[in-house]
Every structure is written in C-alpha cells, then in structure tokens.
C-alpha cells in the first residue's frame, strides 16, 4: 500500500535555529513528490515538486532534497513567519489514476 | 489569475440536510481533487475527476456523498443527510494534467454540523 510518512510530528525552533524535516515515502511508480506550507484555516500553499532522486530545490530559507526513499525539507535560519505545518504529498500511478497521497504533517513553530 | 475558488468558506447545516460545497479550478486545468481534512490530521483523498468524469472515487465514503465536475461550471461535493461525523474542512486542488505536476488547493471550506 501507497504510504508517506512525516517525522517529527512537531517541531519548536529557536529563531535562526536550522534544522530538517523527514519525507519517507513507500510507492509504486512515484511520478513525483510534493512540498506544500499550510497556515491555521487556510488551504496548502504549494512549495516543491521533486521528480527524481538527486534532485534539489531552494526557495528563500527552503530547500528540498529528494533519495529513492525520502525527502528532507531543510530548513536554514528559520524566522517567526516559517511557522506552520509543512505536508509532504507523492504522486503515484495506482490503478491508472494519479491521487495524491499526503503524510500527516510537520507542525513548525519558530519562536522569536 | 485566479486561484482555485472554493464557496462556501464556512457551511453550518443541521444533521439530515445536504450540503453542497462548489470548486472553480484554475484557468486551463481540467483535473480536480478533493480532499477532506479533520483538526490535527492530514489531508484524505476522496475523489479524482476530470471533465463530466469521475477517475478515482476510492476515497468517497459509499453512501451518502457524491461528486460531479460538468462540463460547465464549478466542481460539486455534495453531501446528503449530513451527520455530525462529517464536520470537517474539505479542500479542493486542480492541475493542468493528470501526472507528473503539481496540484493547487483552494481555501476550504468548512464544514459544521450541528
């Protein structure tokens, strides 16, 4: 069965504290993975998408790397507005449709 | 340039009413998500539908819940003879194709039964 899994459940940083978010995922036929950021009451905002192993991508204080098992959301210098919930979601082809399959989330809290 | 639109944000019905929750993609995309999150917990895939098609439905509970995307107009989840368990945000997402792209989620909406 398709599964994400998200380590840790929550995390509390000290302002300019770097640290690293965990992806693993277990898929048949990935066709791609998924960062997304989700403020209290409001939709996921979309982040990354990573295709293959190796594969890096930076944004700001963001960056996310992608093996044949996990991602790592990486997480440099961290400031009060990085805190959220950070979800990690793959893509894969299971009976020839292409849901995405979500891990529970990060719950980020940056403290000043 | 819009986003995904979802209506209503926030949606109060009695237990045994329909509720009815509507889903503009984005221009161009022709492929629609929806998904339904409960406080603390991930998003749960309910249904995957394109055009006047519905893909995946294997997240849909069997009775009572239905969707449709038409050829014209919005995305409809409707659910009929609501029960307190159903109280929860439900989000839509749209991409411009099936596989290998990103999905783009509306706002929510949430969901009371009381």
């Known amino acids: 069965e398709d599964q994400v899994t998200q380590s840790p459940e929550a995390l509390r940083l000290q302002e300019g504290e770097s640290s690293s978010l965990n992806c693993s995922y277990t898929?048949?036929?990935?066709?791609?993975l998924f960062w997304y950021r989700q403020d209290p009451g409001k939709g996921p905002e979309f982040l990354f998408t990573l295709y293959s192993a190796g594969e890096e991508k930076e944004k700001e204080r963001l960056k996310a790397t992608l093996t044949k098992k996990e991602s790592f959301l990486h997480i440099t210098a961290p400031k009060p507005e990085d805190s959220a919930t950070y979800l990690c979601a793959v893509q894969a082809v299971t009976s020839g449709t292409y849901k995405y399959i979500f891990g529970t989330g990060t719950r980020l809290k940056v403290l000043a | 340039n819009a986003g995904v639109m979802q209506n209503p944000r926030h949606l109060v019905r009695r237990r045994g009413q329909e509720a009815r929750l509507r889903c503009s993609p984005m221009?161009?995309?022709?492929?629609v998500y929806w998904y339904r999150q409960l406080p603390e917990e991930g998003l749960k895939f309910m249904v995957y539908?394109?055009?006047?098609?519905?893909?995946?439905e294997s997240g849909m509970p069997k009775e009572r819940f239905s969707a449709e995307f038409p050829k014209e107009g919005p995305s409809i989840l409707r659910i009929q003879q609501v029960v307190r368990g159903d109280s929860a945000a439900y989000f839509c997402?749209?991409?411009?194709?099936?596989?290998?792209?990103?999905?783009?989620f509306g706002q929510g909406t949430r969901l009371t039964v009381v």
């Open positions: 221009k161009g995309h022709s492929h």
């Open positions: 997402a749209s991409s411009n194709s099936g596989a290998d792209t990103e999905a783009f």
């Open positions: 539908l394109q055009k006047e098609n519905i893909i995946d």
């Open positions: 898929v048949s036929g990935l066709r791609g």
